[in-house]
Every structure is written in C-alpha cells, then in structure tokens.
C-alpha cells in the first residue's frame, strides 16, 4: 500500500472543501471496498477524509411522507428498519442479498452506491482497462466476460455496477442529496446518478469534484408487492449474474428494474408499462438494445426467467394473503 495523509473533517461541507482542496483524495467511511483496491494499487489516493464523525447516520421521515436515509447508515442497519422492512420491502430484501453479515455492519449506503465494478480485468493491474487507465483498452470485450455487461455497454468498457441496493433504490425513484466543496447542495434523482461508460468509463457517476454523498432520499412508499430476485453463482456472498427488483401491484402493474447486466441499475419505461403482459414482453423491452458476448449471451433467457421467478413469487404472495 501506498503512503497516504488522513484527515477527519467536522461537517460535510469541510469534507468536500477537503477533496477539492487535495488532488488525489477520496473519502473513506465503511472502506469494504476502496481499502481492497488500496492493497490492490488499483486506486492510490494521497489523501483520505474520513466522513465517519459526520452526522450522517439517521433514517428520518421527510414531510412529504418518505424516509431520508443518511449516507452513513450501515446496510445492516437499513434493512432492520421497521420503516424500510414495512413499506420499502424491495429494498430491504435487496441489501440482506447483497452481502455477508459482517460486511453488512460496516457497509454504508452511500459507499454502496459508489462501489467500483467488480471486472476482474478492472481488478488485475496487468491487464489494459479503459475504466483504471483510460484509453488503454478493455480486456474484458475478448476475454472471460460471463459476469458482465449486455445492455448500455459500449466499445470501451462492459463492465456491471455491482450493488443490489442501488437496483432497489432505482425502483423505488431515490434522490441521492450531495453537497459541493463551496457549501451548497443538491438533489440528483437515481436515474441520472450513474453514468454509462460511452468513451469515458473512467467517469462512473454525475458527482462532481469533491462533492459528497449527504443522504438518499425516498419518496412515498409505492403500494404492491416487493421483490428481489437475485441468481448468482452459488448460495451466498456472490454479486449477481442477474438480479431483479419489482414492485407489482394488484392490477399487475408495477415497476421493474435489473441488475448484474448493465454500467448501472437498468429500468426502461416501456418495461414498466409491459408488466401486465408478462416476462417476455418484459425482458424484451428491457433488452431491446443488448450486445452480449458469445460469454454472456446467456443472460438474455436468464433475465426473462428472472423476471418470470420475481412475477411468480408476487402472485403467490398476494395468494397468502
């Protein structure tokens, strides 16, 4: 590992002020995933800012009757809540699949939506990646691409954002709140927070320099059935192959998002409106502009089983009750 200086700002605002001030610096709260790239010389920050005295770790209700959840609560702490258990279901489901307990306890939610992709070519510094070292290439389109991306990929990266939690979030329309180094904050609905890779893999969300994640807003609870579905390659602590979030009314209406195919959580509007007609006209309408590999074509079929599984499971649910 590399030398690096550390500080631990008082407020959010100093925090970002920090990072603006210091080339090279990154903030560190959980660490679950930045000190593994530490060690790895994936990422070499000169400079920490540890955000863990910052005031950021409540779950309160917000006027317009959601909850705001500080960038700070620990996954494990999330889904406990009584709140988030009883009207965010999907989310709640989503972060208990994300990972191992322990890992849980120390995660937050704002590291959660900012951790990096796990490409292994991103992860092994003797390979070209476009995403590590922009404009040398990406291994992953010629190599060993089960894993990864089919759909919102582009010629420089196919790499997968890796969180469960955000594909809920994505779902259930979160706002994610940042503040910027001068002080002044701002609101930047979920949809528009991760960037797709396009010739600038590099560049993996709208955040700008030294801004820092404060809180993700939820607006009201969406009525219906929540699910999260999630296929992996064996039983526990696996990022996903595909993963489906779903909130399904009693009409079969609804919403539907996936993950583990794509740069960033993927939801389509024409997806959502063909929930009544089933997973096929689902998956179609989801994937209509995939580019799998000959490695991870089989991720087509999947996310319409996926989807399948996830429709099943609320009609059952709604059959119990």
């Known amino acids: 590992m590399k030398p690096f ?68 609560v620990r996954n494990a702490d999330l889904a406990a ?3 988030v258990r009883r009207d965010y279901g999907v ?8 990972a191992s307990g322990q890992l849980r306890n120390r995660a937050t939610t704002a590291g959660n939506l900012l951790q990096r992709t796990r490409c292994p070519y991103f992860y092994d510094t003797q390979q070209p990646c476009n995403k590590r070292q922009p404009g040398s290439g990406c291994s992953a389109i010629d190599g060993r691409s089960r894993q990864l991306g089919i759909v919102g990929v582009s010629s420089a990266c196919i790499a997968t954002h890796p969180s ?10 979160a706002v994610v709140e940042a503040v910027r180094p001068d002080g002044q904050t701002r609101r930047i609905p979920i949809v528009d927070f991760h960037r797709l890779p396009g010739d600038t893999p590099h560049i993996e969300t709208t955040l700008t320099a030294g801004e820092l994640i404060t809180a993700v807003t ?26 489906v979030a779903a909130i399904v009314q009693s009409n079969g209406r609804g919403r539907i998002a996936v993950g583990g195919v794509a740069p960033k959580p993927w ?18 309408r989801l994937l209509a ?20 599984a996830a429709l099943d499971e609320a009609r059952q649910s709604r059959t119990r009750a």
């Open 5 to 72: 200086t550390l500080e631990r700002p008082e407020t959010p605002a100093q925090a970002a002020a920090a990072a603006a001030r210091q080339p090279g610096a990154r903030f560190i709260a959980g660490g679950t995933n930045l000190l593994d790239l530490m060690k790895l010389q994936v990422e070499t920050p000169t400079h920490l800012i540890d955000v863990n005295r910052l005031a950021l770790d409540r779950i309160e209700p917000t006027q317009e009757g959601g909850l705001r959840i500080g960038a700070l």
């Open 81 to 83: 809540d009584a709140r």
């Open 91 to 98: 989310l709640s489901r989503a972060l208990l699949a994300g």
């Open 164 to 173: 469960d939690m955000a594909v809920a979030m994505r779902t259930l329309d």
């Open 218 to 243: 939820l607006p009201r609870p969406v009525p219906g059935v929540h699910i999260y579905h999630k296929v992996r390659d064996r039983a526990s602590y696996a990022f996903a192959l595909v993963s």
């Open 267 to 284: 939801r389509v509007d024409a997806a959502d409106a063909a929930l009544p007609q089933g997973s096929q006209a689902i998956a179609t």
């Open 289 to 308: 502009d995939a580019h799998p590999t000959s490695d991870n074509a089989f991720k087509i079929p999947l996310v319409e089983r996926t989807i399948a």
